[in-house]
Nanobody, 115 residues
Framework: QVQLVESGGGLVQAGESLKLSCAASRSIFSINAMGWYRQAPGKERELVAEITRDSTTNYASSMKGRFTISKDNAKNTVYLQMNSLKPEDTAVYYC?????????WGQGTQVTVSS
């Protein structure tokens, strides 16, 4: 069974950094893309960043220049480096894997940024 385990969230002050990680089980036959969504209180889930099988990256406009997505294929792990965090970045961050047939989701990790 496919599992995605997230870590790295926490409470930080504005301007500080966090690095999230998401380790996917190696039972996935083929990973086409990995990425991150986030959901703030009272808001819809929004895409943060995605990295494809060939390492093409895509970012939401508001995160460009502050966030960096990367992956380690050998570890089946995707990372999200978040710099210059703002209070509006406060949300639950969910990693995902896009496989051949299904999307798989992590359990979510809370990121809270204080003013």
């Amino acid at each position: 069974q496919v599992q995605l385990v997230e870590s790295g969230g926490g409470l930080v002050q504005a301007g500080e950094s966090l690095k999230l990680s998401c380790a996917a089980s190696r039972s996935i036959f083929s990973i086409n893309a990995m990425g991150w969504y986030r959901q703030a209180p009272g808001k819809e889930r929004e895409l943060v960043a995605e990295i494809t099988r060939d390492s093409t990256t895509n970012y939401a406009s508001s995160m460009k220049g502050r966030f960096t997505i990367s992956k380690d294929n050998a570890k089946n792990t995707v990372y999200l480096q978040m710099n210059s965090l703002k209070p509006e970045d406060t949300a639950v961050y969910y990693c995902y894997v896009r496989g051949m047939l299904n999307y798989y989701w992590g359990q979510g990790t809370q990121v809270t940024v204080s003013s």
